[in-house]
Nanobody, 124 residues
Framework: QVQLVESGGGLVQAGGSLRLSCAAS????????MGWFRQAPGKEREFAAA????????YYADSAAGRFTISKDNAKNTLYLQMNSLKPEDTAVYYC?????????????????WGQGTQVTVSS
């Protein structure tokens, strides 16, 4: 079992930055691909970014590309999401997730473990 705990969310003005962290415990996630998803009020959960453990390749939603950067520190068993140039439409609960696949996917149904989420609110 893998336990995931997100942190780093908060309130930020448009154009600002936040760095989310996802600390894993229970098992090393060095051989897990991991991702970030988000869910805005009244909307379905959507993919934001993911990273494959086999080669470190990263994937981004169109809305995140160029502004968000996903990274993974296996020594710290921690996943990060650096978010820059934040917009009000980025407001959501952000979840990290892990999957037992060498190559990350963008489908939330294919992830095995989830954190409880951290709220990100971007004011205009």
């Amino acid at each position: 079992q893998v336990q995931l705990v997100e942190s780093g969310g908060g309130l930020v003005q448009a154009g600002g930055s936040l760095r989310l962290s996802c600390a894993a415990s229970g098992r090393t996630v060095s051989t897990y691909s991991m991702g970030w998803f988000r869910q805005a009020p009244g909307k379905e959960r959507e993919f934001a970014a993911a990273i494959s453990w086999i080669n470190g390749r990263t994937y981004y939603a169109d809305s995140a590309a160029g502004r968000f950067t996903i990274s993974k520190d296996n020594a710290k068993n921690t996943l990060y999401l650096q978010m820059n140039s934040l917009k009000p439409e980025d407001t959501a609960v952000y979840y990290c997730a892990a999957q037992r696949r060498p190559t990350a996917t963008m489908n939330d149904h294919e992830y095995d473990y989830w954190g409880q989420g951290t709220q990100v609110t971007v004011s205009s």
